[in-house]
């Protein structure tokens, strides 16, 4: 079956550029997304890629898909306190469809 | 974007006591609805596929007879926790694709159940 990995915690310091890596093995997910959930509250959309693109940028957000490895990364630019967040990867086949979720990746930003 | 909402969000209840929480999609027609369960400090697992005027198409591992869902309309389902006991305390979130939703699933706020 599918399977999402993350790593389990990052910690950086405000101003700094946070990188958090995610890797899966379907090879047939055709959508990648980036969600982030706050303490005690639901899901946030935060960005999501399709699997024929390579990178994908709003605004502090950069998202690379190395689609040959499986490996999906979301970089945050100039990362500040309310950046502190859990965040999940999770892949789709299709659009509006079940997602499978990464164990998600408890970031703490330091000031 | 498109809104999903959840109710209640915050619901404790008795032991043995059942409790039904509702997903709605407020804007389109959700034709098919996916319920999760997260316990705490872990990920999302589906639960369930819940498809408009059909029956729900259950993971493994997670009791039909415990998790009832209804689907019987395009903008509503519910999900239904019998007999509800401690163990079964826990975040369960909604989200909603089908007609309307091109690239994303819309999630709901999420409920959190805790039984005592």
């Known amino acids: 079956g599918e399977d999402v990995e993350q790593s389990l915690f990052l910690s950086v310091r405000e101003g700094d550029s946070s990188v958090i890596n995610c890797t899966y093995t379907?090879?047939?997910?055709?959508?990648l997304y980036w969600y982030k959930q706050e303490p005690g509250a639901g899901l946030q959309l935060l960005t999501y890629?399709?699997?024929?693109?390579d990178m994908k940028q709003d605004q502090r957000l950069t998202v690379l898909l190395n689609k040959k490895d499986k490996h999906l990364s979301l970089r945050i630019a100039d990362t500040q306190t309310g950046d502190s967040a859990i965040y999940f990867c999770?892949?789709?086949?299709?659009?509006?469809?079940?997602?499978?979720f990464g164990g998600g990746t408890r970031v703490l930003v330091k000031p | 974007g498109a809104v999903v909402s959840q109710h209640p969000s915050r619901v404790i209840c008795k032991s043995g006591t059942s409790v039904k929480i509702e997903c709605r999609s407020l804007?389109?027609?959700?034709?098919?609805m996916f319920w999760y369960r997260q316990f705490p400090k872990q990920s999302l697992m589906l639960m369930a596929t819940?498809?408009?005027?059909?029956?729900?198409?259950?993971e493994q591992g997670v009791e039909k007879d415990k998790f009832l869902i209804n689907h019987a309309s395009l903008t509503l389902s519910t999900l239904t926790v019998t007999s509800a006991h401690p163990e079964d305390s826990s975040f369960y979130i909604c989200?909603?694709?089908?007609?309307?939703?091109?690239?994303?699933?819309?999630f709901g706020q999420g409920t959190r159940l805790t039984v005592v």
């Open positions: 989200s909603a694709g089908g007609q309307g939703t091109n690239t994303e699933a819309f």
């Open positions: 379907d090879s047939s997910s055709t959508y």
């Open positions: 890629i399709f699997s024929n693109m």
């Open positions: 999770a892949e789709s086949w299709t659009a509006g469809n079940k997602l499978t």
């Open positions: 804007d389109f027609q959700a034709t098919t």
């Open positions: 819940s498809n408009e005027g059909s029956k729900a198409t259950y």
